[in-house]
Each structure stands twice: as C-alpha cells, then as structure tokens.
C-alpha cells in the first residue's frame, strides 16, 4: 500500500464520519502519504484525526498543495504568499514531515507570454526552494499540474521541461493526471527521472483531451448489486418488477375510462394529471438507460430536474406512492451505475467521439477500478485517491496486493 496516496483535497473531505473511519484504517495499512490542500480548517481536521490513529508502520509525509494568489490580473505563486502559507500552516507547525507542493503553476500563464510566465516559474521554485531549505520538517518540495495533462494546443498546457529548467535538486515530486483514457502527461516525463511520480485522477478520465468540459468517464464499479456482471444482457428481475410496479401504481386507468363518461371532480382530474406526469417520468427515466455513461450526469439530472419536478406538481404524495416512487429511483439507480460501467468498458475498447483511439480490454471479472491502478502503476511510481469508505479501502487493499 506504500503505493498509494490518500488524497484528502476535498473540501470537507472528512466530515464525512465513515470517510474519517477509512482514512484511520488506512494509516495502519502502510500508505505512501497523505495529499492535502492548504487550509487551516481541513489541516486541523486531519491533525486531530492523526492524534487519534495508530501510528503509522513507517514516517507518513503529508503533500501540502499550495496555490496561486491573485489581485487583478497580477497573478502569481509570489514569494511573500508561499512563505505565508508555509509558515503558518498548522500542519508544518505541528512538526510532521511535510512536502509543500506547487498547486496548477500554469494559472501562471494568463494574462502572460512565454517569456513572462517563466519569470513566475523561475520565482516560484525558487521560494519553494529556498522555504523548503529553511524550514526544518520541509525536506524537498513538489508540484501538482492539470496543466501537464493537457495537449500543448491549450492556453494552459504546462511544459514539464520549461518547469525542470528552473526547479533545483530539492524538487522530489510530480502530481499529474493520468488513467487509461488521458495519457498525455506521461511523454514529458524524462526517463532518467530523479523525482517521484503519481498519478491523480487515476480513476476518472476525460475522452475531451483532459479540459474537463464534459462528462467524465469514471472507472469504478462501486455499488453495483452482487450478483450483477457485466456479461448480463440487462439489468435483471429486480429493476424490472419495480419498473412494472412503478406503472401499474400510478396507472389510473379508471380514471381516463370515467373521463370519457362524466366530468371528473377536482380531486379526480388532480390524481389523473399527476398520475400521468409521474408514468411519464418513469418511462422517460427507463428509456434513458441505454443512452447512460455517467452516474454522476444521472445524479445531477435528479438532483436539479427531477426531484425538482416532483416537488413543484405535489404538494404530498400518499405513503404507498411514496415508497413505491423510493423504490423505483433506488432501484433505477443501481441500473444507472450497471449501465454507466458496461458504457465505459466499451468506450475504453473501442473509443468515443473524441477522435481518440483506445484498445483497453478489461476482463468481465475484473473492476474498473483494478484495471486503472493496475495500468497507471505500469507507468507511475503512486497513484493519489481519495477513499471515503472502508469497503473501498479493502479493495484498494486486494488490488495493491496484486500489483
């Protein structure tokens, strides 16, 4: 597990309860360090978690990412920010051995040319360099780039070489993203390396050329029922009695036979309309499934569409009707997340729209998750993820054993 980095830069990462419960289960496991952004608020949090843990098998360093401060458009990781921030974050005062690392250095680069923004790389190492020299539990500094993910096209490409031009020997540590789909990043790493690497965002990756603007690809089978593979031609007999049962509740049937008979009463002509709208969703919701590739888009759908909705036409819905529609979303959920991971594998195999080509065949019995640790450890020294539970932990813990 000395491997893997817990990566805590999250906000309010742990005030989850069950996320605290597997960050202390994993400090007894051996992990390679703890990734965290500069805050009092979440380094308190963890200082007292750590109190509280077990010591750890080995020294755990804890990698303080520290960002760009900005005043108009004067933007730059400056020497009098950085020294500040090191020199007052809780967790360097505690004493624990700490690694500052530069957070997204290519921030730098608006507003700038070239020349200009390698005056801010130049002025940047060197204040970490020389912070890191003074401060006796800083032995060596590192940096965290979205930028060097991205294609040297993007206004905020970062050149890992116009970085290394300027970092000195106390630079130890390269964060970058990397999983199967975005890849760019690992061509600008020198073979004779002498600084660590790991990967972040190993299990999410974005087919767009990493910027981010569309809808991640997630690498995991958490969550999905036991019992369901994805050698299963469709989402099984759970899904559809609740699908069937959704419909036959909210039929109202009689309802559109009386209204072709006699006018219906308020009440009635009420329950019919809603009974209508509430089958539509239901459909609607059933006909999205093959069209799914990502739970978090279905998440932000029923989030700010449907529960929504909901809320606006039906002021209280009976209890029947209440767990009958919990149960049809509960169980629709777990289709969502079936479906999502049965989409991904095939655009890992066979590619997307993005014009990207890809050939990752991953076995019916293993997870996704197994596979993207397994390839960014073919290439990287760690990958950074965050757990929030402890059965995540566990299987990070069997894939490690493997690896």
């Not at 009689?254 to 006018?263: A, F, H, N, V």
């Not at 149960?327 to 999502?340: D, K």
């Not at 049965?342 to 197994?370: A, F, I, K, P």
């Amino acid at each position: 597990m000395n491997r893997l980095i817990l990566n805590l830069s999250k906000q309010n990462a742990l005030m989850n309860p069950e996320a605290a419960k597997a960050v202390q289960s994993a400090l007894g496991m051996g992990i390679g360090g703890i990734e965290i952004v500069r805050s009092d608020a979440e380094e308190s949090h963890l200082l007292t978690l750590l109190s509280s843990s077990p010591s750890p098998p080995s020294p755990l360093p804890i990698y303080l990412k520290i960002g760009y401060t900005s005043t108009g458009s004067n933007m730059l990781h400056s020497p009098e920010f950085i020294s500040h921030e090191i020199n007052t974050s809780p967790i360097v005062k505690s004493g624990r051995e700490v690694i500052p690392v530069i957070h997204n250095l290519e921030e730098g680069k608006r507003d700038r040319d070239l020349k200009e923004f390698e005056e801010v790389v130049k002025i940047c190492v060197g204040s970490f360099d020389e912070i890191t020299k003074k401060t006796k539990n800083t032995p060596s500094y590192g940096l965290s780039s979205n930028g060097l993910g991205l294609s040297i096209s993007h206004p905020l490409h970062l050149s890992l070489e116009t970085f290394l031009n300027h970092s000195t020997s106390s630079f130890t540590h390269l964060f970058f993203p990397y999983n199967p789909i975005e890849t760019t990043s690992i061509s600008q790493i020198p073979k004779d390396k002498s600084f660590k690497t790991i990967a972040f965002r190993p299990l999410t990756g974005y087919p767009d050329g990493g910027v981010g603007e569309g809808v991640g690809l997630r690498f995991l089978d958490y969550d999905i029922r036991g019992g369901m593979t994805m050698d299963m031609k469709g989402v099984g007999e759970e899904y559809n009695s609740a699908l069937k049962l959704a419909l036959g509740h909210f039929d109202a049937e009689y309802l559109t036979i009386e209204s072709g008979e006699r006018t219906l009463t308020p009440e009635e002509r009420e329950t019919l309309d809603g009974c209508k709208l509430l089958r539509s969703l239901i459909l609607s919701e059933d006909r999205s499934l093959d069209s799914i590739r990502s739970f978090q888009s279905y998440e932000k759908n029923l989030t700010q569409n449907i529960i929504p909705l909901i809320h606006e036409n039906f002021e209280e819905l009976d209890e029947e009707s209440t767990e009958v529609l919990a149960g049809f979303f509960m169980e629709h959920a777990n289709a969502v997340r079936w479906y999502s991971a049965r989409e991904t594998r095939r655009l890992m195999r066979v590619g997307g729209d993005d014009g990207m080509q890809r050939e990752h065949y991953v076995e019916e019995n293993e997870s996704l998750q197994s596979y993207a640790v397994r390839f960014c450890l073919e290439e990287v020294d760690c990958v950074s993820v965050g757990v929030t539970r402890g059965t995540y932990l566990k299987e990070f813990e069997e894939i490690f054993k493997k690896v």
